[in-house]
C-alpha cells in the first residue's frame, strides 16, 4: 500500500438530522481509497448517499464520525476558513447545474478561484485553458448566452485554473445531451490522462460511468461493490441487481 | 473584490432596488433633518430693530446652573421663555465707559392698534428710534403723552394718516391715541414687526418696568470702533447680569423666541434625523436579508468554489457600501429641496419663526452621506452574518434548502430585544414631559419591531397556523396560500417587519397626540366650572375688562388667567398658570388632592400631582423658582393638583405671575354667574373682547394641542412616508422574485385567477399578521406614555383612525404584491 491516495474516507458516517430520533443515515461506515491520477465514478439509486459522499470526500461537509483525506490533509480536524482554503488549492467542481455565477463572464468565472484566493490571473494560461475546453473567443460571454454543455464547459475550465488535485463532479453530464455528454466525459477523461489529476464523479448514468477507471457501487449510505475497467453494459447490469431499474 | 461587488450589482439590479431606493430616502430624509439641525445651530437671527446699533446690551437671557460631580462643576444654561429687564443704573454704568457716544435706553412692551394683529406688535419710547433708524415721514415726532408714531407698514394696513385717532392696546386698559407721524427705516417699513412709539413718559409707563430698560442701545464717541467699544462695556459690566451683544448676536437679543425656536429645532431634527436612521437600518437590514436568501445558490456557490465565510460577508458589506454610496449621493442631493420644502411648512406652522433664516450650507448632505453608508453597512453586516454561514453543499443540490427553525442566537436575540422593549416601556412610563418621553417613545416602538423581525419567522409561523383554518376554505388559493407561507415563513418574516413598523409608528405618532390632547382636554373640561369665558383678539384681556366684570349684579367669581413658564434653579421646565384667587373656587376646580388654593397668596404656589411626585413636595414646602424673566423667587406650596395637563404644572397668584411675563395681560377671564348678555354689556366700551361659554378653555387648549400634533405629525411624517416606502419596497421585491414559483404553478393547471388570488390571500394574512403586531407595539407603548404623561393608563386610540392607518396598511400590502405579482405571470409558464 505505498500508492499515495487523493481521495481516502475512513470508516465514514454522515447523519443528517438527529441521531437516534429520526435522523436519517446518509453514509454509514464508508471507506475507500481512491489513488492519484484515477478516474472514479460514485454509482447507486436515488437516496443511496452518492452525493453525500462527494460532499464528505470534497470537504463541502462535515461528517459525523470517521475521517476524510484529501492527499495528506485530514479534514476533520479544519474549521470553515481552513476547509476553504484547502478547497481552493487543491480541490475542483462540476456541479450539475447552477455552476457560474450569472453576474460574471466566462473569463471571470474562470479566474474566480484565483481572484478569491487574492492571486494574479495568469491571461495566457487562462486562454490555454478556455481553448482546451472548446471555448476559445467566448471569453466575454455572460453563462446565459451560452449552451448547457458550454456552461459545463465553464465548469471544467474553472475546475482546472487551479491546477487541483481532485475535480469532483455531481452528475456533471446529467442535464446534457448525449453527444454533449460525451464531450465533458472525454474533457475529464483527459483531465486523468494527459493533466494527471483525479477525478471523482458522481453520476446515475451507466454511459457515464463508463468512461472512468473504476466505478463504485452505493446502497443504502453503504459501499456494496466496485468494478474495475467499467463497461456501460456491465454496469447497467450491475445497477440492476442493485433495483435501481427495477 | 470590489470589483466583483460592482459586476453583481450590475448584473443584480433589481435585486438591489430595493435597498437603493430604501437607502436613497435615508438619505434625503437625514439631509433634510441636518439642515434643520443646521439652522437650529448656526441659523442666523438677523436684527432689524437695532440695526444701525453698533452695540446692544441686554439682560442675561439664560438660566445658569452649576452642577457638582466629584470634583469637575459641569456648568449649564437653559434659555429663559421671558425677556430679561435691565436692572436699574445699568445706563449709568455705560455711559460712564470711556468712548461711549451715546447711549439710548430701549424699551419693549406688546402694543398693538384694535384690530391689528397683535403678534410682534411693539411699542417703544420715540428717543429709542435712531436704534433703527425710524425717521418721521410723514407728520412729526409725538408731544403730548396721547400721541403715537406708528411704521409706514403698520400705516397702510391700518388705512391711517397723521391726525387720525385710534384705539391702542397696550398693557394696561385700552386707550385712543393721536397718529402724529408716520415713520420708515431706511430699509422701508419693518417686515418682521409692527412698532409704535410713544412719548419716553407714556412708553415708561406702559412698560410697566420702573427705572428698569429693555435694552441699551450703545453708539461710540468719534474715533473709537464698535469692538473696542464693545469690549470696554463687556468689562464694565463684568459682574452684573448684562451681556454685551454685536453684530450677528444683536438678532437673538431682539428675537428671544427665535432663539428658543433654534432649540426645538436642533431636538426635533435630530430626533426625525435618528429615529429615520434607526429604521432604515431596520428595513434595509430586511431588504438585504431578502436579497441574500434570493441568492443563497450564488453565495453557496462561492462558497463551494472557494470564498471564505469572511469573504463572502466582505463582498456583501461591499455591495452594500457601493448600493449605499449611489444611493446617498442622489438622496443627498434629492434632500436639499425637501429641506426647504419642511423649513416653509414648518415656518408655516409657527413652529419656526420667520425671523430665523434657513441655512444653506453643504454640510447636511455631507453628513448624509457617511450617515447612509453607515446604515447600509450596519444592515448588510447584520444581514450577512447568516448568508455567510451558507453551506457551500447547497450549491450542490437541486432543492432550495430551506432551513425552517429560527436559530438559537436569533431567538436569544429577539427574546433580548423584547426584554429591552419592556425596560424601555417601564422607563416611559415614568416619564412626565412631552420632550423627554416622545424620543423614548420611537426608540421603544423601534425596538419592539426589532424583535418582531428577530422573531419574524415563529411569529408569521403562528399566524398562519391561527389563520389557515378560514384560509384553507377558499380551496385553492387559500390552501395554497397557507402552506406557501408555512414553508417560506421567513420571506413572510421580511415583509411582516415593515409592515408592523408602519403600523406601530404611525399609531404612535398619532394617537400620542391624542392621548395627550384627550386628557388635556378632558382636564381643563371637567376643571373649568365658570360659566362665561372671556377671551381677547388682542394682546390679552386688560384688567379693566375684570374690574367691570366683578361690578355685573350676579356675577359671583371673576377669574384672570395667564400662562407661562418657569424653571427651577436646577434648570427643570414648568408650565405654570396665574390665577386670581378669590373666588376661585366657583370657576376652577384643578383637583386638589391636599391644601387649599384659597391659601394662593403672592408667595404661594400650587403644584401638580406629576410635580409633587417627582419633587417629593407637600402643602408647607418650599419651592424654588426662576421666572420666565430671570427674577429667582422662593414660593410656598399650598395645594396639590390632579389637573396637571388641563392647568399646568405649576398655579401662581396672578398678579404675581404677570408681573413676570412680557404681556401682562390675561389669556382668559374666567367669570362665574351672571348672564352673557350683561356680560357683554359691561364690556362694551372695551374693543376686541368677546364673551364665550364656560366650555372655550377645552376648546382652545384642543385648538392649541392641534397645533402642536400638526408639527409633530409634519416631522414624523416623514418618517412614516419613509417607511411605507420601505415595506412596499420589501413586498414588491419578494414578489417579483418568485416568477419560478408561479410559472410552476400556471403549468401544473392553475389559473391565473388563482395565482393572484393566491396572493391576495397571503398578503392579507401579511397585514392581518402586522395589524395585530403593530396594534400591539402601539398599544403597549402608548399606555406607558399615558400613564407617565396624564397620570393614568388611558391611551386615546381613535377607532375610526386607527381602522384608517390598518386599512391604508393592508391597501399597501395588496397593492405592492399585486403589481409585481401580475409582472412576474407575465413571462409564459414554459419559462
Redesign the interface.
Known amino acids: 500500500m505505498t500508492v499515495r491516495t487523493a481521495v481516502r474516507l475512513d470508516a465514514v458516517t454522515k447523519i443528517y438530522g438527529r441521531r437516534g430520533r429520526g435522523g436519517v443515515v446518509a453514509l454509514d461506515a464508508v471507506t475507500a481509497a481512491l489513488p492519484h491520477g484515477s478516474f472514479t465514478a460514485v454509482m447507486g439509486p436515488s437516496g443511496s448517499g452518492k452525493?453525500t459522499f462527494?460532499?464528505c470526500a470534497a470537504g463541502?461537509?462535515h461528517v459525523t464520525s470517521g475521517t476524510s483525506w484529501i492527499g495528506d490533509t485530514e479534514l476533520s480536524g479544519l474549521n470553515?476558513?481552513q476547509l476553504?482554503?484547502l478547497?481552493?488549492r487543491r480541490v475542483g467542481?462540476v456541479?450539475?447545474?447552477?455552476?457560474?455565477?450569472?453576474?460574471?463572464t466566462v473569463r471571470?468565472n474562470i479566474a474566480?478561484?484565483l481572484?478569491?484566493?487574492g492571486r494574479r490571473t495568469d491571461r495566457r494560461r487562462l486562454d490555454g485553458i478556455l481553448e482546451r475546453v472548446g471555448l476559445a473567443g467566448k471569453a466575454s460571454a455572460?453563462p446565459a448566452e451560452l449552451s448547457g454543455g458550454q456552461q459545463q464547459r465553464v465548469a471544467i475550465a474553472?475546475a482546472l485554473i487551479?491546477r487541483p488535485d481532485v475535480v469532483f463532479g455531481?452528475e456533471p453530464t446529467g442535464a446534457l445531451d448525449t453527444v454533449t455528454a460525451r464531450e465533458i466525459l472525454a474533457l475529464l477523461r483527459d483531465c486523468v490522462d494527459t493533466g494527471g489529476q483525479t477525478v471523482v464523479m458522481v453520476t446515475h448514468d451507466p454511459v457515464a460511468a463508463a468512461h472512468a477507471d473504476t466505478v463504485l457501487f452505493l446502497a443504502d449510505g453503504r459501499l456494496t461493490d466496485r468494478m474495475e475497467a467499467p463497461t456501460a453494459d456491465r454496469v447497467a447490469d450491475r445497477m440492476t441487481h442493485l433495483g435501481a431499474w427495477a | 473584490m470590489l470589483g466583483y461587488a460592482l459586476q453583481t450589482l450590475r448584473a443584480r439590479k433589481a435585486a438591489f432596488a430595493g435597498a437603493f431606493l430604501a437607502l436613497l430616502c435615508a438619505a434625503a430624509l437625514v439631509t433634510a433633518c441636518g439642515a434643520l439641525l443646521e439652522t437650529g445651530l448656526r441659523g442666523e437671527i438677523r436684527t432689524e430693530r437695532y440695526a444701525a446699533t453698533p452695540v446692544v446690551v441686554a439682560g442675561d437671557q439664560n438660566v445658569h446652573h452649576e452642577e457638582r460631580k466629584g470634583d469637575k462643576t459641569k456648568h449649564k444654561a437653559k434659555p429663559l421663555a421671558e425677556r430679561v429687564w435691565l436692572p436699574e443704573g445699568t445706563a449709568q454704568l455705560v455711559a460712564d465707559v470711556p468712548g461711549v457716544g451715546a447711549v439710548v435706553p430701549e424699551l419693549t412692551f406688546p402694543a398693538a392698534l384694535v384690530g391689528q394683529d397683535p403678534e410682534n406688535s411693539l411699542g417703544h419710547a420715540w428717543s429709542s428710534a435712531a436704534l433703527t433708524p425710524f425717521r418721521v415721514e410723514e407728520g412729526g415726532a409725538p408731544r403730548a403723552d396721547g400721541d403715537i408714531v406708528i411704521d409706514r407698514g403698520l400705516a397702510g394696513r391700518a388705512g391711517l394718516a397723521p391726525g387720525d385717532r385710534v384705539t391702542v392696546q397696550s398693557t394696561g386698559d385700552p386707550a385712543v391715541y393721536t397718529v402724529t407721524g408716520i415713520a420708515t427705516t431706511p430699509r422701508g417699513a419693518p417686515a418682521e414687526q409692527s412698532a409704535v412709539f410713544f412719548t419716553d413718559a407714556e412708553a415708561r409707563r406702559l412698560a410697566g418696568h420702573p427705572g428698569q430698560d429693555t435694552v441699551l442701545g450703545v453708539f461710540p464717541a468719534d474715533g473709537v470702533g464698535a469692538g473696542q467699544l464693545a469690549d470696554r462695556v463687556a468689562e464694565a459690566l463684568a459682574g452684573t447680569p448684562a451681556r454685551v451683544h454685536t453684530g450677528d448676536g444683536r438678532g437673538p437679543v431682539e428675537f428671544p423666541a427665535a432663539e428658543q425656536a433654534r432649540v426645538r429645532l436642533i431636538s426635533m431634527g435630530g430626533a426625525i434625523g435618528g429615529t429615520g436612521l434607526l429604521v432604515a437600518v431596520l428595513v434595509v437590514a430586511g431588504t438585504f436579508a431578502l436579497t441574500a436568501q434570493q441568492r443563497r445558490r450564488e453565495l453557496a456557490l462561492l462558497r463551494a468554489v472557494a470564498a471564505t465565510p469572511r469573504q463572502v460577508r466582505r463582498l456583501i458589506g461591499r455591495e452594500a457600501l457601493l448600493v449605499g454610496l449611489a444611493a446617498g449621493l442622489l438622496g443627498a442631493l434629492a434632500g436639499l429641496p425637501l429641506a426647504g420644502l419642511l423649513h416653509d411648512r414648518f415656518t408655516a406652522l409657527g413652529a419656526v419663526p420667520e425671523t430665523l433664516a434657513p441655512v444653506r450650507s453643504p454640510f447636511p448632505p455631507a453628513a448624509a452621506l457617511p450617515a447612509t453608508l453607515l446604515t447600509a453597512w450596519v444592515a448588510a453586516r447584520v444581514s450577512a452574518r447568516r448568508a455567510a454561514r451558507i453551506r457551500p453543499a447547497v450549491a450542490l443540490t437541486e432543492a432550495a434548502g430551506i432551513r425552517r427553525g429560527v436559530p438559537l442566537g436569533r431567538l436569544i436575540a429577539g427574546l433580548a430585544a423584547v426584554a429591552g422593549g419592556a425596560v424601555l416601556l417601564a422607563v416611559l412610563s415614568g416619564l412626565r414631559t412631552e420632550p423627554a418621553a416622545t424620543p423614548v417613545t420611537y426608540l421603544t416602538v423601534l425596538l419592539l419591531c426589532v424583535a418582531v423581525a428577530l422573531l419574524g419567522p415563529l411569529l408569521a409561523r403562528a399566524a398562519f397556523a391561527v389563520l389557515g383554518a378560514p384560509l384553507r376554505l377558499s380551496r385553492v388559493p387559500g390552501h395554497l396560500a397557507a402552506h406557501n407561507a408555512r414553508a417560506h415563513s421567513r420571506r413572510l418574516a421580511a415583509v411582516i417587519t415593515p409592515l408592523t413598523l408602519l403600523v406601530a409608528l404611525t399609531g404612535t405618532v398619532v394617537f400620542s397626540q391624542t392621548t395627550l390632547g384627550d386628557a388635556a382636554e378632558r382636564q381643563a373640561a371637567d376643571g373649568v366650572l365658570a360659566d362665561w369665558t372671556v377671551t381677547s383678539e388682542g394682546p390679552g384681556v386688560p384688567p379693566g375688562a375684570a374690574q367691570r366684570l366683578r361690578e355685573v349684579p350676579g356675577v359671583a367669581a371673576v377669574t384672570e388667567v395667564v400662562h407661562g413658564t418657569v424653571r427651577t434653579p436646577g434648570l427643570d421646565k414648568y408650565t405654570v398658570q396665574g390665577v386670581t384667587p378669590d373666588g376661585i373656587g366657583a370657576t376652577l376646580d384643578p383637583g386638589v388632592t391636599a391644601g387649599s388654593l384659597s391659601r394662593l397668596t403672592a408667595d404661594g404656589v400650587a403644584v401638580s400631582e406629576q410635580v409633587a411626585d417627582s419633587r417629593g413636595l407637600a402643602p408647607g414646602d418650599e419651592l424654588a423658582l426662576v421666572f420666565g424673566d430671570g427674577t429667582p423667587a422662593t414660593l410656598t406650596v399650598v395645594a396639590v393638583y390632579e389637573r396637571g395637563l388641563g392647568f399646568g404644572d405649576l398655579t401662581l397668584a396672578h398678579e404675581r405671575l404677570a408681573a413676570h411675563l412680557d404681556n401682562p395681560l390675561a389669556d382668559s377671564v374666567l367669570v362665574a354667574g351672571a348672564e352673557a348678555d350683561r356680560l357683554t354689556d359691561a364690556l362694551a366700551d372695551l374693543p376686541g373682547l368677546a364673551v364665550r361659554d364656560g366650555g372655550h378653555t377645552a376648546e382652545v387648549r384642543a385648538t392649541r394641542q392641534a397645533a402642536n400634533a400638526e408639527v409633530a405629525f409634519l416631522g414624523m411624517g416623514l418618517v412614516l412616508a419613509f417607511t411605507a416606502i420601505a415595506s412596499v419596497n420589501t413586498l414588491a421585491m419578494s414578489t417579483a422574485d418568485r416568477a419560478a414559483e408561479f410559472a410552476l404553478l400556471r403549468r401544473i393547471g392553475t389559473t391565473r385567477r388563482q395565482v393572484l388570488r393566491m396572493l391576495r390571500l397571503e398578503s392579507l394574512t401579511v397585514a392581518a399578521t402586522a395589524a395585530v403586531l403593530g396594534t400591539a407595539i402601539c398599544l403597549a407603548t402608548l399606555t406607558a406614555f399615558s400613564s407617565g404623561m396624564t397620570g393614568e393608563a388611558a391611551p386615546s386610540l381613535v377607532p375610526g383612525a386607527h381602522l384608517a392607518i390598518l386599512a391604508a396598511a393592508a391597501a399597501l400590502a395588496m397593492a405592492a404584491t399585486a403589481v409585481p405579482g401580475r409582472l412576474a405571470l407575465r413571462a409564459a409558464p414554459a419559462n
Not at chain 1, 456541479?95 to 460574471?104: K, R
Request: glycine share 0%; charged share 30%; hydrophobic share 40%.
Open positions: 452525493t462527494l460532499h463541502l461537509d470553515e476558513t476553504t482554503r478547497r481552493r467542481f456541479f450539475q447545474s447552477f455552476n457560474l455565477v450569472p453576474a460574471l471571470h474566480l478561484p481572484r478569491l484566493a455572460r474553472r487551479t455531481d
